[in-house]
């Protein structure tokens, strides 16, 4: 069935086009095989409702002296898909502490943990570890 669809449409660019182009060459090609396998041939393969999500980052992010090291957590924590935060404090300065920010959980938002952070006057500066795995759609 595929094999006469194929040849109705080499026959379409055939008229049009000299044996020697890379398409019609192509077309001869799957024509005289028969063991090609056609994309629509094959069964659908699906993640059964499975989808890569962000299980775990840790980021090295520049956060102001100012910012309550304790409420930027907690409101890290209240995002959802957010399960557990760990920050550590890794450097201090006059006026900035350097953080080695873990997140875990489902599907962490790496959008979202940005923007909070921003929204708070800090600079995520790099992303040091990042675990993903497949989870169960809900």
């Given at each position: 069935m595929v094999g006469?669809?194929?040849?109705?449409?080499?026959?379409?660019f055939s008229?049009?086009?000299s044996n020697g182009d890379p398409i019609s060459?192509?077309?001869n090609r799957l024509i005289r095989d028969p063991g090609v396998?056609?994309?629509?041939?094959?069964?659908?393969?699906?993640?059964?409702?499975?989808?890569p999500s962000i299980k775990r980052l840790v980021l090295d992010?520049?956060?102001?002296?100012?910012?309550?090291?304790?409420?930027?957590?907690?409101?890290l924590c209240e995002i959802e898909g957010v399960d557990r935060v760990n920050i550590v404090v890794t450097e201090v300065d006059a006026k900035t502490e350097t953080l080695k920010a873990t997140l875990v959980g489902e599907a962490v938002p790496y959008e979202l943990v940005c923007k909070l952070f921003q929204d708070n006057g800090c600079a995520v500066r790099s992303v040091d570890e990042i675990e993903v795995g497949r989870s169960e759609e809900r």
């Open positions: 006469d669809e194929l040849m109705r449409i080499h026959g379409l008229s049009r086009r060459r192509a077309m396998e056609f994309i629509r041939d094959r069964p659908e393969r699906s993640p059964v409702g499975r989808m992010v520049l956060k102001p002296r100012e910012v309550s090291l304790s409420d930027l957590s907690m409101k």
